[in-house]
């Protein structure tokens, strides 16, 4: 078993935390470039970053501009930003109320496996709506963890969109817990027309602790990951 620095960023805009996890992706790089050249072997240090974000719509380096329904001037309105991003996936949106978890993992001291990887962080979240009572799912072909997959109400709960290099990874996953959906009405999410989108406050139809919440996945993390978080 081996430790994750977990850090709690509390709200933060989407930029500064865009650099916080540049800056720990770029330490670890910098340690495994230096290892091919040296004898002396130094490890590398995985993190985890919790946080949450003022209104903010993300675009991944595959998605498409026109899946953002609205311009600038309106988002402005509505007080949101948007940042084109080095991800994956396509558009989504970040807000007060959700989780949003940043694994900065040397997957060289997990697995060589991105699919892996992705399935494990959705198994972290299924595990943690099994303590509410609620059935997770992944879809065929979509990543994310879903509710009610192949009927018309199938719906997403949490997104993810990750970027690695030389097996580092970063960005991660957007977890709705007590998420204003309405923000979702003006893009079309993970560019996936045929699904909505939920989050946990409206499954329970109540207001979700969202510490709590954070606790518990974070303990589903350990598990999952076998890691211990510091």
Request: hydrophobic share 35%; net charge positive.
């Amino acid at each position: 078993m081996q430790n994750v620095f977990f850090k709690e960023l509390g709200l933060i805009e989407y930029k500064k935390a865009w650099d916080v996890q540049e800056k720990l992706f770029n330490e670890t790089l910098a340690v495994k470039s230096q290892n091919r050249k040296e004898v002396s072997q130094k490890k590398t240090k995985n993190h985890l970053i919790f946080c949450e974000h003022p209104h903010v719509y993300t675009l991944g380096n595959s998605g498409k501009k026109e899946n953002l329904l609205v311009n600038e001037d309106y988002l402005k309105k509505r007080g949101a930003a948007f940042y084109k991003t080095n991800r994956g996936g396509d558009i989504t949106y970040h807000g007060p109320g959700q989780i949003v978890g940043y694994p900065i993992f040397d997957l060289d001291t997990f697995f060589n496996d991105i699919h892996k990887y992705l399935r494990l962080l959705e198994e972290s979240i299924i595990l943690t709506l099994q303590e509410y009572s609620i059935i997770g799912e992944r879809s065929n072909g979509e990543t994310g963890v879903w509710l009610d997959v192949g009927k018309p109400e199938a719906r997403k709960i949490c997104a993810l969109g990750v970027k690695t290099s030389r097996w580092v990874s970063m960005h991660g996953f957007a977890f709705n817990i007590n998420t204003n959906l309405s923000y979702f009405e003006n893009i079309i999410p993970c560019g996936i027309t045929d699904k909505k989108v939920t989050s946990l406050e409206h499954e329970m139809g109540k207001k979700i602790d969202i510490e709590k919440v954070k606790n518990q996945l974070k303990s589903n993390i350990e598990l999952v990951f076998d890691v211990k978080l510091i």
